[in-house]
């Protein structure tokens, strides 16, 4: 008992007096509590660049999401702009379930062949399990009210919460004000009066608000996604028309190569330059090899070529002399010769030369 109240009774010390030694280690200070986190939906545009940094001025810890489709070109600027965000940059590819979106989209296409309010479910689905693999409380995303036709009005933006499971865990911070407070908002977790009432496209509001925020990767605004694109949407069409059950494989090769369209649900794709030609050779390996023949020069330079098709080898000919009609460097001393490769065989076939 005395021990205790000794122990306790508080020690004063005359003006002057250094403090006594404890002769007890000093416990260590506690750790500081962890940052809240949140993910962001991340393409490294200017406007998902700054929802970023919005949240970041509120203390959170951000972790950026790329989820990559075979239509999407901008993976390396999206990493460039989050490492001067100084945030964790992750890429995560679409599965094959993807393809249901491609072919039977629930809200249809925009002015191309671009499904972008499925798309978005999508991928706000694959930012909540992201989110909740790695415990963070909520998702951000850098969409304005009324900035682009297809997705982003109101009620495309309640449709991508709700149907991806992040109804009331979507955050928006660049137009928050104009839409119903989230749930990390109404807990106090998020200060909305420091969120933003962005709408519309207008862009020079939002690059003023980058050099407030320090925001210095500010890229001129694009989709980098191919769907969006008017001449790229005959392509994808074709492929939904003639092939009954495309693979996310048959949509990568849409942006390779020369397509032509053959007989019988055959294509043909042939490489412009060679590193299309690469591209085909790395892709043949993946694709059905009952379905999948690659055509490649043997004795002269020329393209390569990709044969896809129920009955592909029935088109091998046809296919063999188009690679010989877009050379310009036949032999001299005998016929084109064309390796054929289907699976794990590959023999060696004279090519036409006839047009
Ligand atoms: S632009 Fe392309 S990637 Fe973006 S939502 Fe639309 S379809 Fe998806």
Known sequence: MWQKSHRNARRTFPTGTPPIPS????????????????????????????????MQNQGFEVDALYVRTPFCSGVDDSAAAARSLGIRHTVRDVGEDYVEV????????????????????????????????LGASFVISGEILSQR???????????????????GRLLRPLCAL????????LSGEVDRQRLYRFDGRGRRPLLELAEQLG????????????????????????????????TLWDFALLRIGRHTRLA????????RDQQENASL??????GDPDRT?????????????????PDAQAHVQTVATMIVRHTRQVPEDGPPQVRVTQGKSSTVSEASMRV
């Open 178 to 185: 104009h839409l119903e407070p989230t749930l990390p908002e």
């Open 281 to 286: 050779r790395a892709m043949a390996p993946q």
């Open 102 to 133: 491609l072919c039977r989209p629930r809200y249809g296409y925009g002015s191309a062949m671009n499904p972008c309010i499925d798309c978005r479910i999508y991928m706000a689905r694959m930012a909540r399990e992201f989110m909740e693999e």
């Open 264 to 271: 019988d649900g055959a294509k043909a794709i042939v490489g």
């Open 23 to 54: 002769p007890y280690p000093l416990a260590p200070s506690p750790p500081p509590p962890p940052m809240p986190r949140a993910v962001a939906m991340f393409s490294g545009g200017l406007d998902s660049s700054l929802a970023v940094r919005v």
């Open 293 to 309: 023949i690659l055509l490649e020069p043997a004795n002269f330079l020329g393209p390569d070529a990709l044969l896809v098709g």
């Open 149 to 167: 036709p297809m997705s982003q009005k109101r009620h495309h933006l309640a449709l991508v919460a709700q149907r991806s499971g992040l109804e």
């Open 215 to 246: 925001v210095t990767v500010t890229p001129t605004p694009s989709t980098g996604c191919a769907l969006t694109e008017r001449s790229f949407a005959p392509r994808v069409q074709d492929l939904i028309q003639f092939t009954p059950d495309p």
